[in-house]
């Protein structure tokens, strides 16, 4: 167990060094080295952050600080497949409220979880900056347009989810 655990931390600090060597160990971009390194796990694990802090030479007050500050990035894992559901001004006035309870009700889990089979993440977000195309659902990093109920169970199906299809658009 012990062993195994440090073999998989071994293997973490190679990533981060080989993800913070990519940016020539320039602490200017701690922030996008810290994206890289949440794209290839799928969120910060402790012991990356403590690598990062150790190969880049910066405090690990500072990468605690930038990995709480932007919501972006996550301490905890995420699914395989992240749904990001706008509910700001104007994708809330469109529908996207009805939408967010579909999609807690066909994943079974509330905004901000992750099922516990580690396939599906859902949180909801305000304003992506894309108004005029509201409700948007981002699902890793793909934006959908105009999403309705319809558009979600094909989005969902798509991805291998078993959705109920003769709900209202
Ligand atoms: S309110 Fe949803 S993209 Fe702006």
């Known amino acids: 167990m012990e062993a195994s655990r440090s073999k998989r ?7 981060v060094s080989e993800i913070v060597a990519r940016y020539g160990h320039d602490k200017s971009f701690v922030i996008p080295i810290m994206q890289d390194i949440q794209r290839e ?3 910060l694990p402790r012991e990356a952050l403590d690598a990062l802090s150790a190969s880049l030479g910066v405090p690990q007050s500072l990468v605690y600080h930038l990995a709480t500050f932007y919501r972006a990035f996550s301490l905890t894992p995420k699914g395989k497949y992240r749904l990001s559901l706008c509910l700001g ?3 809330h006035v469109r529908g996207a409220p009805q939408i967010a309870d579909h999609i807690t009700r066909t994943l079974g889990i509330e ?3 992750t099922t516990s089979d580690g396939e599906w993440s ?12 509201g409700p948007i659902l981002v699902v890793n990093e793909e934006y959908h347009g105009q999403i309705t109920i319809a558009k979600t169970n094909k989005v969902l199906a798509a991805l291998g989810k078993k959705v109920e299809t003769d ?3």
């Open 9 to 15: 931390n071994g293997a973490t600090e190679a990533k």
């Open 111 to 113: 905004s901000g979880e």
């Open 122 to 133: 859902f949180e909801t977000v305000n304003c992506l900056g894309a108004c005029a195309l």
């Open 167 to 169: 709900e209202e658009v």
């Open 41 to 43: 796990f799928n969120y």
């Open 89 to 91: 001004t104007a994708c």
